[in-house]
């Protein structure tokens, strides 16, 4: 069974500096990935970035990079730059292997960050 | 391209009465889902469809929750009846990716705010 794990509640953040959300995560699988995704108040999931569990480079997307330390278990989100408008929840989630040659998500219970002007 | 249609965005009824909510997936994406997000949760798999089969609704309350997936396109999520603990965000997701792939990115509605009374 795979488990996502977000400990930060809640973060503040002020305009245009980086911040860091948290996110481990645990799975007896070898092939897996991890997604990050921001749900805005009107309520849509929003993907950022992906990170295969193969892939020795850490991913990035524009302000958004995943350092991703295996040995670890964690896939933290770094946000560069903060805008006002990167206030939303931030959900960390997993894809593993669910049997029938397919993969399913698993989320954690997110992080609400605030950006502060 | 047009995203996942979700209706109705808000739906408040009493308790023991039914209600159904409808999703469109965005073109030809052969993988639905349907998930239920509690307050302060990640949303949580309840079903979900490869073409018009339900391949996995190990997590659907199937006493009171009943979904369908006719032609493999539109679906349907009802609740009969619903209860008060039934309050929350219901999304439906779609997905173009069929096989054995980490890569599981989903593209997820706007979802439907349920209240019971």
């Known amino acids: 069974a795979q488990k996502i794990t977000q400990t930060q509640p809640g973060m503040f953040v002020q305009e245009k500096e980086a911040v860091t959300l948290d996110c481990t995560y645990d799975?007896?699988?070898?092939?897996?990935?991890l997604f990050w995704y921001k749900q805005p108040s009107s309520g849509e999931m929003i993907f950022l970035i992906y990170?295969?569990?193969?892939?020795?480079q850490n991913a990035t997307e524009g302000r958004y990079s995943l350092n991703f330390q295996k040995a670890r278990k964690s896939a933290n989100l770094v946000i560069s730059a903060s805008q006002l408008g990167d206030s939303a929840m931030y959900f960390c989630?997993?894809?593993?292997?669910?049997?029938?040659?397919?993969?399913?998500?698993?989320f954690g219970k997110g992080t609400k960050l605030s950006v502060i002007p | 391209e047009a995203g996942v249609v979700q209706s109705p965005r808000y739906k408040i009824i009493e308790k023991k009465q039914p209600v159904a909510f409808w999703c469109n997936p965005i073109?030809?994406?052969?993988?639905l889902y349907w998930y239920l997000q509690n307050l302060g949760q990640g949303p949580e798999l309840l079903i979900r469809?490869?073409?018009?089969?339900?391949?996995?609704d190990s997590q659907l309350p199937k006493d009171r929750f009943s979904a369908e997936r006719l032609k493999g396109v539109d679906s349907t999520l009802k609740i009969q009846p619903a209860e008060l603990g039934d309050s929350a965000v219901y999304l439906c997701?779609?997905?173009?990716?069929?096989?054995?792939?980490?890569?599981?990115?989903?593209?997820f509605g706007p979802g439907t705010r349920l209240t019971v009374l």
């Open positions: 989630a997993m894809s593993g292997y669910s049997g029938a040659g397919s993969y399913q998500l698993t």
């Open positions: 469809y490869e073409n018009e089969e339900a391949v996995d």
């Open positions: 997701a779609s997905s173009p990716a069929r096989g054995a792939s980490s890569y599981n990115e989903q593209f």
């Open positions: 799975t007896s699988d070898q092939s897996y990935g």
């Open positions: 073109s030809g994406h052969n993988t």
């Open positions: 990170q295969g569990s193969y892939d020795e």
